[in-house]
């Protein structure tokens, strides 16, 4: 592994390198830390060169001001690491609020990417008006408002399935609780005003995917990835496991993505049969 600080408008970013080849870029979501990726990008080093990197803002990075971060700041970081680090291109992977990034990425820097897998994006916002799941962002807000960042992130944890059954890295939980007032009290707004650019995802160049966890049916946060998948016309696939499932268990997430990323990157977008068409996450 390979380390190093890449200066961004505003912000030095703290990234990671490992493996050689295609460039695979890895977008983390709620605390914005490169080591939820750890032991995935270790997997997939033989394969390509994996990138993960702490948000601006986030752990190991600079960039933390108090005031409303832009999901499309947050694209245009990812955007200057793809152009540097990189190399110029890559294949995205994001999950939860990096999966929201990511499409943002898609929708506004097309000419960076050669695929995008978005995994679990909590876009409540494309659900039904009286769905229960559209109230996630304005009650996790409230619980801020009302006890801070620890009282939101109590309550985070206890909307994702499978959370406490296992243990997070020491270094990772220890990082993450210093980034929950980044995360709810400056990163919140744009991740709960997020609303896909359908139009621009469709024309994208490139293959997108959506996809969710096996065991994550019925969520608030796996539930939105079938409805963009339907609406842009993407393929759907399901991976092993819980909204974390590459800190709980990520060798076979990691298979998962090697097949996936594989294929798209060797295929011209192409995508297995089994995986074609929208699919459910319900």
Do not use: C
């Not at 995935?40 to 702490?54: C, K, M, N």
């Not at 876009?123 to 304005?138: E, I, T, W």
């Not at 296992?166 to 939980?173: A, F, G, I, S």
């Not at 359908?198 to 966890?213: C, N, R, T």
């Amino acid at each position: 592994m390979r380390t190093g600080m890449f200066e961004v408008d505003g912000a030095e970013l703290y990234y990671e390198t490992r493996g050689s080849g295609p460039a695979l870029l890895l977008i983390s979501g709620a605390g914005g830390d490169a080591g939820y990726y750890s032991a995935v990008a270790g997997e997939l080093a033989d394969a390509f060169t994996v990138i993960s990197y702490d948000r601006r803002g986030n752990s190991r990075s600079t960039g933390r001001t108090g005031g409303p971060m832009e999901l499309s700041r947050q694209a245009a970081d990812a955007r200057a690491l793809i152009e540097g680090p990189a190399g110029g291109r890559a294949l995205v992977f994001g999950n939860s609020g990096g999966a929201i990034i990511g499409l943002t990425l898609a929708a506004a820097h097309p000419d960076v990417l050669s695929g995008l897998i978005a995994h679990e994006p909590p876009a409540v916002n494309v659900l039904p008006a009286d769905d229960p799941a559209r109230g996630f962002f304005p009650e996790l807000a409230a619980r801020y408002a009302e006890g801070g960042g620890p009282a939101a992130g109590r309550r985070f944890a206890e909307t994702v399935r499978g959370e406490g059954t296992y243990r997070w890295p020491d270094d990772l939980w220890r990082r993450f609780l210093g980034n929950q007032e980044h995360l709810f009290g400056t990163e919140w707004p744009a991740f709960a005003s997020f609303e896909p650019d359908e139009a621009a995802l469709k024309a994208a160049p490139f293959p997108i995917v959506l996809a969710a966890g096996a065991e994550d049916r019925g969520t608030y946060y796996a539930r939105p990835s079938a409805e963009i998948a339907r609406r842009i016309g993407a393929p759907w696939a399901e991976f092993p496991g819980i909204h974390l499932e590459f800190l709980r268990n990520p060798a076979p997430f990691a298979a998962a993505l090697r097949v996936l990323a594989t294929r798209m990157h060797t295929s011209g977008g192409q995508v297995p049969e089994v995986w074609e068409g929208s699919g459910r996450a319900d």
